[in-house]
Nanobody, 121 residues
C-alpha cells in the first residue's frame, strides 16, 4: 500500500493550500480515509476524515476552514485548506483505515509519507 501526499508549501496567514493523496495497492473505495498533522515537538493529531460512504468529520479548530474530498474513481483524497493560520503549521499525513473512521493515530492501518505546510504570520 502506498499513500503519496503532496501539495504542501509555504503560505501566508489567511491563504489557502490544497493537499492531495494518491493511493495505490488497496481497494480505495472500501477504506475510510483521513488527514492527520504533527507540529514540531507535538503529538500527531487528527484533522479530518471521510468514510467510504462519504461521511465527513473535522477537528473543531478547522471546521469551516478545511474541506475533505475523496474521488474513488481516481483513488485520491484531498484536503482544501482555507484561511490558514500559523497554528496550522505542521507535517500533514494522509491515512487509511479499513474498519473505522480514523480519528486517532492508533486506528490507522496505513500512513502516507507526509507533506509540510508552513503558515507564516
Amino acid at each position: 500500500v502506498q499513500l503519496q501526499a503532496s501539495g504542501g508549501g509555504l503560505v501566508q496567514a489567511g491563504g489557502s493550500l490544497r493537499l492531495s493523496c494518491a493511493a495505490s495497492g488497496l481497494t480505495f473505495s472500501r477504506y475510510d480515509m483521513g488527514w492527520f498533522r504533527q507540529a514540531p515537538g507535538k503529538e500527531r493529531e487528527f484533522v479530518s476524515a471521510v468514510s467510504s460512504s462519504g461521511t465527513t468529520h473535522y477537528r473543531d479548530s478547522v471546521k469551516g476552514r478545511f474541506t475533505i474530498f475523496r474521488d474513488n474513481a481516481k483513488n485520491t483524497l484531498a484536503l482544501q485548506m482555507n484561511s490558514l493560520r500559523p497554528e496550522d503549521t505542521a507535517v500533514y499525513y494522509c491515512a487509511a483505515e479499513s474498519l473505522l473512521l480514523p480519528t486517532t493515530p492508533e486506528q490507522v492501518d496505513y500512513w502516507g509519507q507526509g507533506t509540510l505546510v508552513t503558515v507564516s504570520s
